[in-house]
Each structure stands twice: as structure tokens, then as C-alpha cells.
């Protein structure tokens, strides 16, 4: 196994200390099958105790390492070594608040996710003994990719609209709307859309699509927020121009 | 202790940082010649209203040096903006036959398929 050195620049904040972040560097012997959080984990296990960071399932599931590394929003559990030179830098998830070195705040996100109701909101009530909902596999199919969102965050940081604008709901939780709206068991839609098809909702996205190119799930959130676009411009429609068709 | 630092995005310089943003930039700067496009076919259908001696004046101001270099330049980037969002129509308009989504390239190419018989229909019209 081939060893290589690397120096790993990370941004630190203390918010007890700092009154702005600054970065720190660290000589880190790294193997080459390693990935940027296991040269944090060594930082972190053999050279400075106090530096920060979220990591938990080291496999892409968690979507807790998040991180901005050479400027790229990833995963640090699925940033490869070997696809870097020997100086890397890591910063934040940008477009987030900095809570201490490489931790971000995520109570916007989680607000705003909570907000579009992600979760089945069936139809009718239906008592247990009736059984289950049915779902044929070209109805699964139609919603499967966006289930694969590990809110991870990395579109919210690679999304300058949400940069510039942070009110906008941003690409996962409209994403997760759209999910749900697609599904065939749901009939929450009209509740979800008061929120997304809002001023600070879909109407903010104009599709740079940086979104779906960092995603590390493919689940492709600008397609969805395209979708949703489309599917509100034809409620409008209805609702001006065929008001009869109004429930 | 709870005093989270927030970083801003530059409001005039973001679209510089990533190469992405850069091309999405091209995509959106590349309408603004299609709105001067439609500037002068309202100009040439004003000076067709003001007679045939106008409206010839205003032909060959568009075979001047200048207005072929306008409209090269106008050709060029409505093709880079109509090419760039035919390229994303599968994300905006998936379609499902049966079971399955239809590939990606096949919308795109129904699009370039579309545009091409359009173009073609236009030319023998003009001809």
C-alpha cells in the first residue's frame, strides 16, 4: 500500500476565540486508498484533538461529512485521496453558518424540510384491517430516485440562488416534496404546494443545475424542481383560464 | 457558546468562483441577443409599414458588414442557448412508457429532430 504525504488546509473557527475562521494546515501521511475523512480522522486521532467535524457511517449513507473540499461540495467519506494532489483544502459546507471548524449549522435546512410535510399523507383515512396501500412498480418507479436523498445539503451549498437568496427553500426539500407528491398512496399536495410553489419556493430555483451535479445520490434535484415548476404553471393555468375546473 | 460565523456570497463576483456557474452564465447572457433579435424584426416590420423605399433601406442594412455580423453573432448564441436547454429537457420533462422512464437522448434528440424540420421547412419557404 502506497503512502503519500499530504497537506490538508483546514478552515478552523473557535467560536469562543475567533473572531473569524482562518486555516490550518496539517501534514497528514495519507494511504492511497484513503478518503478526506479518514486524513481528518488522523488529524483529529494524532495531531489536534480540537478539531471539529461530523462523520458517522464512512460509507455515503449518513450524509453527515458534507464538506467543501478545493471548493467542491462532497462527501468527505467519498472524496478519494487519489483524485487529489497533495494539497487539499477543506473547508465548510458553504452557504451555511459555522458553527466550529468544519461543523455547520443545519437548523435552516431542517426547518425548511419540515415545512413541506416529507411524509405520507394518505388520501382517505383507512383503518388497519383494510391493509396495505398497493403500489404497482411503474408507481414506485415514478418517485424512487428522490428517496434516495441522504440530506446531505451538498445541493444547498452548491446552489448560489440559495446563497444569495436564503430565504429559498432550496433543492432537497422541494425535492422531497415532489416526492411525495409523486407518489400514488399521497394526497398532501395541495398542502405542500401553499409552500412550494411560494415566492421563496420553486419560483427562486433558475435552474443552474449545480444542485444535481454534486449530488452524491444522483437523485437529480434540479429535474425535480423543473417538474414542480411545470406542474405549478399548469395549476395556474386552470385556475385562471379554467376556473370551472377549480375543486 | 453559540456565535455562528456566516459567510456572504459575493453578489456581483459568484458566478466567477465555479465553472459551472461561469456556463450556466452563458446560458442566461445568451438570451439577451435573442431579445435584441426580436428588437429588430419589430424595427423591420416598422419601417415595412413606412413603405417600400424604407424597408428596402432597412434589407440592406442587414447585408451591411455590421448587420451579418449581428446576426452571426445572434445565430451563434441562440444555438448555444437553444442547444444548452434542449440538453436538460429530460430533467424538466421525464416522460414513462410502461414501466420504464424513455432514455434521455431520445428526448433530446426528438428536440434537435424537431428543430432540424423546422429549419428545413423554413429554408424551402424562403428559398
Redesign the interface.
Known amino acids: 500500500m502506497s503512502e503519500r504525504q499530504i497537506q490538508l488546509e483546514v478552515l478552523r ?1 473557535n ?2 476565540t ?1 473572531s ?2 482562518r486555516y490550518q494546515s496539517y501534514s497528514v501521511p495519507c494511504l492511497n486508498e484513503w478518503v478526506v475523512l479518514d486524513a481528518l480522522n488522523y488529524v483529529k486521532d494524532n495531531l489536534d484533538p480540537t478539531l471539529s467535524y461530523r462523520w458517522s457511517c464512512h460509507m455515503a449513507v449518513c450524509g453527515s461529512c458534507g464538506m467543501m473540499i478545493n ?1 467542491e461540495p462532497k462527501l468527505a467519506c467519498k472524496a478519494f485521496i487519489h483524485e487529489y494532489t497533495d494539497q487539499i483544502r477543506v473547508d465548510p459546507l ?2 451555511f ?3 466550529r471548524d468544519l461543523v455547520t ?1 443545519v437548523e435552516d435546512f431542517i426547518t425548511k424540510l419540515a415545512s413541506v410535510k416529507p411524509y405520507l399523507i394518505p388520501k382517505s383515512d383507512q383503518p388497519v384491517s383494510a391493509g396495505e396501500f398497493k403500489q ?3 408507481e414506485l ?2 418517485f424512487k430516485q428522490y428517496t434516495l436523498c441522504i440530506n446531505c445539503m451538498l445541493c444547498y451549498a452548491a446552489c ?1 440562488q440559495y ?2 437568496v436564503p430565504e429559498f427553500l432550496g433543492p432537497a426539500a422541494i425535492s422531497m416534496a415532489h416526492r411525495y407528491n409523486q407518489d400514488s398512496r399521497d394526497g398532501g399536495r395541495d398542502e405542500r404546494q401553499e409552500v412550494i410553489a411560494s415566492d421563496e419556493g420553486v419560483w427562486e430555483c ?5 444542485c ?2 454534486v449530488c452524491p445520490k444522483h437523485v ?1 434535484p ?2 425535480a424542481l ?2 414542480v ?2 406542474a405549478s404553471t399548469i395549476d395556474w393555468y386552470k385556475e385562471h383560464l379554467m376556473p370551472w375546473m377549480k375543486k | ?9 459575493s ?1 456581483t463576483g ?2 466567477l ?2 465553472p ?2 461561469k456556463r ?1 452564465m452563458a446560458r ?1 447572457v445568451t438570451c439577451l441577443f435573442i431579445f435584441a433579435y426580436t428588437f429588430l424584426l419589430i424595427w423591420g416590420l416598422k419601417r415595412l409599414a413606412e413603405g417600400p423605399d424604407a424597408f428596402q433601406g432597412f434589407l440592406n442594412a442587414l447585408h451591411s458588414p455590421l448587420g451579418v455580423l449581428f446576426n452571426l453573432a445572434v445565430l451563434i448564441a441562440a444555438v448555444y442557448h437553444s442547444t444548452s436547454w434542449f440538453n ?1 429537457t ?5 416522460i ?1 412508457r ?4 424513455v432514455p434521455g437522448n431520445i428526448i433530446v434528440g426528438a428536440h434537435y429532430a424537431v428543430w432540424a424540420v423546422v429549419s428545413l421547412i423554413v429554408l424551402i419557404l424562403g428559398v
Not at chain 1, 206 to 210: I, N, R
Open positions: 473557527y467560536p469562543e475567533d473569524e475562521p471548493g458553504a452557504n453558518p459555522i458553527e449549522s404497482t412498480p411503474a418507479k415514478k448560489p446563497g444569495l433558475s435552474f443552474v443545475g449545480a444535481s451535479e437529480d434540479a429535474g423543473q417538474q415548476k411545470v | 457558546m453559540n456565535k455562528p460565523y456566516v459567510r456572504s456570497l453578489k459568484w458566478f468562483t465555479q459551472r456557474y450556466y442566461e436538460v429530460p430533467q424538466a420533462m421525464p414513462m410502461g414501466e420504464e422512464f
